[in-house]
């Protein structure tokens, strides 16, 4: 059993109050770290500008888009438990590749934003796919440096 799992990973800093912590995130890392808990063999499809290998458990099969940013998430924790997001950074669209979809027994699509993936990736027909839609239900305003309204 082994599934492709594709979106950006990101580089995370989250606020609180005069702390901030870095952390890299993103559905493709937290899904390929519970999928090999549970068993399941791992190909990752992600973009990034730096390397990231070490952010995987080292059996996790990871395919690497070259991009000019990592997409970037800065979260602001305050005490009255509100949260605002920005994402001064998103990766360009992760491009499909037929080639990812060979031996796997289904797909799980991870986009952070609407336009986190390709077309293509949302007219696989023929391998059972899931998709995490809160990437689509979050909107990012590039004028505005970022802001995002989190999903």
């Known amino acids: 059993m082994r599934v492709l799992i594709a979106g950006s990973i990101t580089r995370d800093t989250n606020f609180f109050d005069d702390d901030a912590r870095s952390a890299q995130g993103g559905t493709v890392l937290y899904a390929a770290r519970t999928y ?3 068993g399941v063999d791992c190909r990752v499809a992600t973009s990034a500008a730096e390397p990231i290998a070490d952010a995987f458990p080292s059996d996790v099969e990871l395919h690497v888009t070259p991009s ?6 800065e979260n602001y924790y305050r005490t009255d ?3 605002s997001q920005r994402a001064p950074h998103l990766a360009p669209p992760l491009p499909f590749a037929a080639s990812l979809l060979e031996g796997v027994t289904w797909v799980h ?3 952070l934003h609407p336009h ?3 077309p293509e990736w949302y007219q696989i027909a023929h391998i059972p796919c899931a ?3 809160q ?3 979050r909107s990012v305003d590039q004028r505005r440096s970022g802001a995002a309204r989190p999903s």
Request: proline share 8%.
């Open 131 to 133: 998709l995490d839609v």
């Open 68 to 73: 000019p940013v990592t997409t970037t998430f």
């Open 116 to 118: 986190d993936l390709a």
């Open 36 to 38: 090999r808990l549970l």
């Open 81 to 83: 438990q509100s949260r």
């Open 135 to 137: 990437g689509l239900c």
């Open 109 to 111: 699509l991870g986009p």
